[in-house]
């Protein structure tokens, strides 16, 4: 059954403004936790741990991050992350971000960080996955945000490595909730790791990839039938084949889409091209996420007023795909539930 919403809205087709879209009860989808880091944080990190950033300030950093693609930016982002070493770090990073969901009323995160691009510098895995969750935990506590963490491999690595790490990540199973595929996507087919999904599937975790973000069409499709994905990260590409518009349609799968993001890797030109809303119409269950917000200029609000701003997202659109974002979340229903019904007071007022 393709994507329904029976919410009712006041104004429905008035353009979303600021107030109301923070008023929404939201969940973030697609969020890597490395890419949350803001280059203050990063130079105060450098500091503390001694290591010599190849920038002389933020204003620097901010400079370099003029992307031309998606390998432009993976590029600079792999470098920052050096700043990470120890269990605080990992803290700090987790819980600056929280803190910014909670300013933007999100009420539930499923973000991803890439164990690989720490254990290859000969930092523990545990170092990584206990930082990050003794700061989802206290999100939780004291910001009422819940959480479930994605462990993400690297495409561009062997497979062999992704089961490594997911052996290595094994003792600390209580703390994630599924698997996803990221990095370097053109010429990495989700393929290449469907034994490790596999495996992970038997472990009995959820499962997601990034595929169609510059990838082809085929990659959606091979997330789906090799990976088993139970979300697809970005998918956009998909409009280049009715046939696997009218599948996810179908399927209700939901895409974890990019906007800002998009723009800023050249996905699109500009925002007035972004395909989400045509999406949405189309009854494809899309969702609004940030990505790598401390590289792409915004977190999860901003790229929700980009939309409002540049396609002219109406309140019954944007009530939509918050409810999308819940909707798709890997909680259950009963939660679900009480969600909708916070939404739907929002949406009536
Ligand atoms: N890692 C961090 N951000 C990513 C993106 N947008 N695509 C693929 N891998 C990523
Ligand atoms: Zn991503």
């Not at 503390?48 to 370099?64: D, F, G, M, T």
């Not at 539930?108 to 935990?137: M, N």
């Not at 790791?193 to 596999?198: D, I, L, N, T």
Request: charge should be negative; proline fraction near 4%; aromatic fraction near 8%.
């Amino acid at each position: 059954m393709t994507n329904q919403f029976n919410i009712a809205v006041s104004a429905a087709d008035a353009v979303a403004d600021t107030e109301f879209l923070t008023a929404l009860p939201k969940a973030e989808l697609h969020l890597h936790l490395e890419g949350s880091l803001e280059p203050e944080l990063m130079f105060k990190l450098a500091e503390r741990n001694q290591i010599e950033l190849p920038y002389a300030s933020v204003e620097e950093i901010k400079k370099a991050y003029d992307f031309t693609n998606l390998q432009s930016f993976l590029d600079i982002y792999y470098q920052c992350a050096g700043v990470l070493i120890h269990e605080q770090d990992f803290y700090d990073l987790t819980w600056a971000y929280l803190q910014q969901c909670h300013a933007e009323g999100v009420v539930h995160v499923e973000p991803f960080f890439d164990p690989q691009t720490h254990t290859e510098r000969g930092i523990d895995i545990g170092v990584v996955i206990k930082g990050i969750t003794r700061a989802l935990k206290d999100g939780e506590q004291k910001l009422g945000i819940s959480y479930g963490l994605i462990l993400c491999f690297l495409r561009h690595l062997p497979e062999d490595e992704a089961f490594a790490t997911l052996n290595q990540a094994e003792p600390y199973m209580e703390h994630f909730i599924g698997v996803g595929l990221d990095s370097s996507e053109v010429g990495n087919p989700p393929e290449k790791f469907s034994e490790v999904f596999a495996e992970a599937r038997r472990m009995g975790l959820k499962r997601v990839a990034h595929a169609g973000e510059e990838g082809p069409v085929s990659y959606i499709e091979g997330a789906l039938d090799y990976l088993d994905v139970q979300r697809i990260d970005h998918g956009v590409r998909c409009t280049d084949s009715e046939t696997m518009m009218n599948r996810l349609a179908a399927a209700n799968m939901p895409l974890t889409v990019c906007p800002l993001s998009n723009t800023r890797l050249k996905v699109y030109e500009h925002m007035s091209q972004h395909p989400i809303l045509k999406l949405l119409e189309r009854g494809l269950c899309v969702t609004v996420n940030a990505d790598d917000p401390a590289f792409f200029g915004g977190y999860l609000l901003a790229n929700y007023q980009s939309l409002a701003d540049n396609l002219g997202m109406t309140r019954q659109q944007a009530a939509h795909l918050a409810a999308n974002s819940l909707n798709a979340s890997f909680v259950g229903d009963e939660q679900k539930a009480v969600w909708m019904e916070k939404l739907a007071v929002v949406c009536a007022g």
